[in-house]
């Protein structure tokens, strides 16, 4: 009786794990599909080198936000231009710097205020964006950033934003896929 409860538990388990698996690539596919060029980029690629979170890269970040705001639009049933939702969730914080080393030109010590619009140059000295686009990297930081989002679309992305910032500062995401879960001074993978 407890084997056939136990192996019960672990095929759901098992479907889950896949369904989890399959939505993963499903969002991976349609980021793919939308911004290649951005992903291709070599700005995109060098925010690997900066840290955002803990010990999470921007790059990781800002695709954690992307795939995060596709699942939140699909579960609430939002209807919104997913290209522009991905675009803009992908270069909301392209901002190109370690915001941890402050420099002369780039103090960085209101970073949380600053870096919507740096992103925001950054991105159009190098891509065609729509206003949408343009809401969403501007408007990310609301509420430190006093201006509402203004479409769908940046909404989303904020919310997303907050919650894999969340997430990764209390080291429960550490990027890359891999799951944390902290416990005192020990890690448990």
């Not at 609430?76 to 002369?104: K, M, N, Q, T």
């Not at 479409?151 to 969340?166: F, M």
């Amino acid at each position: 009786m407890k084997k056939r409860v136990m192996r019960e538990r672990t095929k759901r388990q098992a479907r889950r794990w896949q369904r989890k698996l399959e939505r993963f690539r499903r969002e991976e596919r349609q980021i793919r599909e939308m911004a290649s060029d951005i992903l291709q980029s070599q700005n995109f690629n060098r925010m690997k080198e900066f840290i955002q979170h803990g010990d999470v890269t921007v790059n990781a970040h800002v695709l954690s936000v992307a795939r995060c705001s596709i699942a939140l639009s699909e579960y609430l049933h939002i209807p919104c231009s997913r290209r522009e939702l991905i675009r803009g969730a992908l270069l909301h914080d392209y901002f190109l710097y370690d915001w941890h080393v402050p420099d002369r030109e780039n103090p960085h010590r209101l970073h949380g205020f600053y870096h919507p619009g740096t992103a925001l140059r950054n991105a159009l000295m190098e891509y065609r964006l729509t206003s949408r686009e343009e809401n969403i990297i501007k408007r990310h930081m609301w509420p430190l950033t006093i201006v509402p989002p203004a479409c769908r679309e940046a909404w989303i992305v904020t919310a997303a934003d907050k919650w894999c910032s969340l997430l990764e500062t209390l080291y429960i995401y550490r990027g890359h896929g891999a799951m944390y879960v902290s416990i005192g001074n020990r890690q448990m993978k």
